[in-house]
């Protein structure tokens, strides 16, 4: 190896460690920007909290809300059910001390509420939360359908 | 987007801030699955401490992998049954298989890497080297 090479390895090691130290995997720019308020991606304000994201699936007759929280205390979040409106969060004082290298998350503070639809049995809501992911089970009442009724 | 039955509603009041506190994909009516997990990094006098959000996972679906100056932290879930069967109203992550790749500074003793998976939470520490941790915090006397 001449001289030349070698300073060209050389700078292509320091120039990919300056740029490259701890860089993440690229990807995560278009998922923030569609999973992000309209306001902080418009504003340049650096995100403060994260918006957690849900899953909902139907099965036998009940929704499946499945909030994602990772980090979260169980005592931490509270759930509530007013009318219609189920709303779930949390306010934890963040910690400012800590020295972020890189932050794509903080659930300390957050709200999201949800619209129930009519045929919600709002008694028999249930949730658990286990590994992140709490999981919120929404019954639904089956509707009177239209009634036969057979001529005698 | 109808999400029949359960509706993402914005928890602001006002019509301003309604528009303004949606996803954009609420608004344009794309569906966006998240599919590639959060990580926060956070660096000690001693250490560094790498959080990745990959919640609803056991630690068996998770690979770490350290090859020379890179660590690659991996997802792989096993599909349930149930699941097939379940219909998605709304899915705004989906974790099961994931990779994310980093590049770590010469600071980190490899030696030392460990991780623990907690609360959604899967946490990776690696020690900085003796030489960093010297470098790191030292007190000078003036004579």
């Known amino acids: ?152 | 987007m109808n999400t029949n039955g359960i509706a993402s509603n914005p928890s602001f009041g006002k019509i301003f801030d309604e528009l303004f506190n949606r996803s954009i994909s609420d608004i344009v009516g794309t569906d966006f699955t998240s599919e590639s997990p959060s990580v926060n990094i956070i660096e000690t006098d001693e250490s560094f401490e790498l959080e990745v959000a990959a919640p609803g996972m056991t630690k068996e679906d998770f690979n770490i992998l350290i090859e020379k100056d890179h660590l690659t932290i991996s997802g792989d879930t096993k599909i349930e049954e149930s699941e097939n069967v379940a219909t998605f109203k709304r899915k705004e992550y989906d974790f099961k298989k994931f990779s994310r790749k980093f590049r770590l500074p010469e600071t980190v003793d490899k030696e030392t890497v460990k991780a623990k998976y907690d609360l959604g939470i899967l946490k990776v520490t690696m020690d900085k080297t003796p030489e960093a941790k010297e470098k790191g915090s030292r007190t000078i006397n003036i004579d």
Request: net charge neutral; no cysteine; glycine share 6%.
């Open chain 1, 1 to 152: 190896m001449n001289t030349t090479q070698k300073r060209r390895a050389h700078e292509g090691q320091r120039g990919n460690r300056n740029h490259g130290f701890f860089a993440p995997a690229f990807g995560n720019i278009i998922n923030e920007i569609l999973n992000s308020p309209l306001n902080e991606v418009v504003t340049d304000k650096p995100k403060k909290y994260t918006y957690p994201l849900a899953n909902v699936i139907s099965q036998d007759g009940t929704f499946i809300l499945s909030l994602a929280i990772p980090g979260v205390a169980k005592a931490d979040v509270s759930i509530n059910i007013e009318k219609n409106k189920l709303t779930i969060k949390s306010e934890v004082e963040n910690n400012t001390d800590t020295k972020y290298r890189l932050r794509e998350f903080n659930y300390a503070k957050f709200e999201r509420a949800f619209t129930l639809s009519d045929d919600v049995d709002t008694d028999n809501i249930s949730a658990k939360f286990d590994n992140g992911v709490l999981t919120i089970s929404i019954p639904t009442v089956e509707e009177a359908g239209p009634k036969k009724v057979e001529i005698v």
